[in-house]
């Protein structure tokens, strides 16, 4: 019986290549600028300029925490042995990469308490997706568990988290001191009681405001028999000084791409590790790292797992961004933490005179204005937030949570100098000043970024998403 290869061979003659290059010629020259190659770098660096970034000025953008990330950190995820391997490679061949994952679980098992960590989930979402399906596993033989209690200042993906998991949402309100109304909590958890599987929250919370009754929380969901899930994108508020496992959390993602330094924005990349209690460790996805006593291995054994969610191991290179990032800081995390809350609260008292503080209290490391007092002159939140494009400073997050009226939430990270926060107070100060002054100027706002005012409305009616390249 002749091989596939002899039945073919006509293929791989010298005669078939040369007939199939000279078919896939083009017949016509390529339409391209006759130009130098400085010109064209001068073309691409203009484009690069026109972008904002963490580098170029202050981004306030809240609940992201779009903080500097130390170059240190970018020189080791481009290491030769890091950046050229292949997540097909055998254990034996991956030694130092598997032990790097291994390591970090380690060092943020310490930072949130838990007992075991996955950082397969490629996102925070992904982290949800997956949190949510450990507890959808944890009760698969309880039907009844139908049902997860979501705050209304909680993350915009945690009610579709829990939706694409099958559960029911029952959204609980905020209290006068925009946290969790603890009596109506007791409420639900009277009406529904066994059909309750978790509750969902992070604290502080999206208001950047610690929920003083946590443990008060804690002890009712566990007493219900329900498990309580730890939205991880705050973290930056509270390493070192407390962990979601002493506030009696269970179950805990993480945003690696927030809070330990990787480029965040752009859709990518990211990581959403998740942290789990012991009782519900044997859930997490595989493979499982371990180690031996002589060697990192990938396992596989795991007859309760909730099964496979990344297609490899997650984001390598944001592990290695993370783990660079945790070595350098050790300890000092807490200051990350600490500089962090201190400079929310110092922009919140330098501007609570000129924009409406919906609570009145200590925030964490960010805060929510509302622009209220601006709407009533005619100029609204998003007509502020294009002002403050002019003066080179990232808008902050607008118009959430949803709770606040023509919210502003403001998130100034850690890395951040005290001139820079200065200047950006002087410039909200003056916004408000200009406000009352000259409030029809800011229908024309902005005016000197390379994309100008925008018709919106026109936008949105007569929506166009097809790119045309014309010769």
Do not use: W
Not at 52 to 72: D, H, Q, V, W
Not at 171 to 200: R, W
Not at 294 to 304: E, I, L, S, V
């Amino acid at each position: 019986m002749k091989t596939i290869f002899e039945k073919n061979k006509n293929l791989h003659s010298k005669s078939f290549l040369d007939n199939e290059i000279e078919f896939n010629k083009r017949k016509t020259p390529l339409n391209l600028p006759d130009t130098t190659e400085l010109e064209v770098m001068r073309h691409y660096k203009e484009l690069s300029d026109r972008n904002f970034c963490i580098e170029k000025g202050f981004y306030p953008l809240g609940s992201c925490t779009m903080k500097y990330n130390p170059r240190a950190n970018e020189v080791a995820a481009r290491l030769e042995g890091f950046l050229n391997l292949h997540p097909l490679q055998s254990d034996c061949d991956c030694q130092g990469a598997l032990e790097l994952i291994y390591d970090l679980e380690e060092a943020l098992k310490i930072i949130t308490g838990m007992d075991a960590i996955t950082l397969q989930p490629c996102a925070g979402a992904h982290g949800e997706f997956c949190a949510m399906n450990i507890v959808k596993k944890y009760f698969e033989n309880d039907k009844k568990r139908k049902k997860v209690i979501i705050p209304d200042n909680a993350h915009g993906t945690n009610p579709m988290s829990a939706k694409m998991n099958g559960f029911d949402c029952i959204e609980i309100k905020s209290d006068k001191n925009g946290e969790v109304d603890f009596e109506e909590l007791k409420l639900l958890v009277n009406n529904y009681g066994e059909e309750i599987a978790a509750i969902m929250m992070t604290n502080p919370n999206t208001l950047g405001l610690f929920d003083k009754n946590i443990l008060k929380i804690s002890e009712l969901m566990h007493k219900n028999g329900s498990l309580l899930y730890y939205d991880g994108a705050n973290l930056n508020a509270i390493m070192g000084h407390t962990n979601p496992r002493l506030m009696g959390f269970d179950i805990v993602h993480l945003n690696l791409h927030k809070t330990f330094s990787t480029p965040h924005g752009g859709g990518g990349p990211g990581a959403g590790p998740v942290g789990v209690i012991k009782e519900l460790e044997k859930y997490l996805p595989v493979p499982t790292i371990k180690f031996d006593g002589q060697k990192y291995y990938r396992n596989y054994d795991n007859p309760y797992t909730i099964g496979k969610i990344s297609t490899f191991y997650g984001n390598f290179s944001v592990f290695v961004r993370a783990y660079t990032y945790i070595l350098m800081m050790g300890n000092k995390l807490k200051n990350v933490s600490s500089d962090a809350v201190l400079a929310a609260n110092y922009i919140k008292e330098k501007l609570k005179k000129y924009f409406k503080l919906p609570y009145e209290r200590s925030c964490m490391h960010e805060f929510v204005l509302s622009g209220d007092f601006q709407k009533e002159k005619g100029v609204s939140t998003l007509m502020m937030a294009k002002r403050l494009m002019d003066s080179n400073y990232h808008p902050p997050t607008v118009y959430f949570p949803l709770i606040v009226h023509e919210a502003m939430m403001i998130e100034p990270c850690e890395s951040e100098t005290k001139e820079v926060l200065d200047n950006f107070i002087q410039t909200m100060i003056n916004i408000a000043k200009e406000v009352e002054n000259n409030p029809e100027k800011f229908s024309e706002y902005p005016i000197s970024t390379p994309v100008l005012k925008a018709d919106e409305t026109l936008a949105a009616r007569h929506l166009n998403t097809k790119y045309e390249f014309n010769n």
